[in-house]
Antibody, heavy 118, light 109 residues
């Protein structure tokens, strides 16, 4: 059974970098797209981007200039770094596993609320 | 890259059928048969209901069905039940990225 668990600081100051890690258990990294999705409080879902097990990445164009996603298969982890954050980046951040269609996101972490505030 | 449009809310009585639309463009919904639907209860993690327009993951009730015509995808919930009250989101592959619809709140009257 696939399990995904987000970890990282819950509070980040404006202009700093939001860093989250997702730890995978119950599966291997191959053949799926390891994704990040966020949801601001009371709002809808926003796709952030993915990393493939080869290290190939693709990002939401609206976040691309501030974003990097990486993978460490030896640690069973993939990570998100979002630079120069503002209050608009406050959201529940989910890590997830997507199939070959990219939008078929079948497995999700529990999500972690990250607040951007001084 | 713009979000597909969903109605803000849809309601129905128990036992009825309702349909939620997801209108995109020829660059996402209209171009690819890679539309998914998710159900999200308040404070919970989204759950995949439909993928590749009409396919259901194991364990998903056949009361949920998906279809697509042109740039619009649809999710139909048949035999509406109180437990179906939730937020529903569509998503689509869109030229190497993914876009989510704005979400639809389903109310069971």
């Amino acid at each position: 059974q696939v399990q995904l668990q987000e970890s990282g600081p819950r509070l980040v100051k404006p202009s700093e970098t939001l860093s989250l890690t997702c730890t995978l258990s119950g599966a291997s990294f191959s053949t799926h797209y390891w994704s990040w999705i966020r949801q601001p409080p009371g709002k809808g879902l926003e796709w952030i981007g993915y990393v493939y097990y080869t290290g190939k990445t693709k990002y939401n164009p609206s976040l691309q200039s501030r974003l990097s996603i990486s993978i460490d298969t030896s640690k069973n982890q993939f990570s998100l770094n979002l630079r120069s954050v503002t209050a608009a980046d406050t959201a529940v951040y989910y890590c997830a596993r997507a199939g070959s269609g990219l939008s078929d996101i079948g497995d999700w972490g529990q999500g972690t609320l990250v607040t951007v505030s001084s | 890259q713009s979000a597909p449009t969903q109605p803000a809310s849809v309601s129905g009585s128990p036992g009825q059928s309702i349909t939620i639309s997801c209108t995109g463009t020829s660059s996402d919904v209209g171009r690819y048969n890679l539309v998914s639907w998710f159900q999200q209860d308040p404070g919970k993690v989204p759950k995949l209901l439909i993928y590749e327009v009409y396919k259901r993951p194991s364990g998903i009730s056949n009361r949920f069905s998906g279809s697509k015509s042109g740039n619009t995808a649809s999710l139909t919930i048949s035999g509406l039940q109180a437990e179906d009250e939730a937020d529903y989101y569509c998503s689509s592959y869109a030229d190497t990225t993914v876009v989510f619809g704005g979400g639809t709140k389903v109310t069971v009257l």
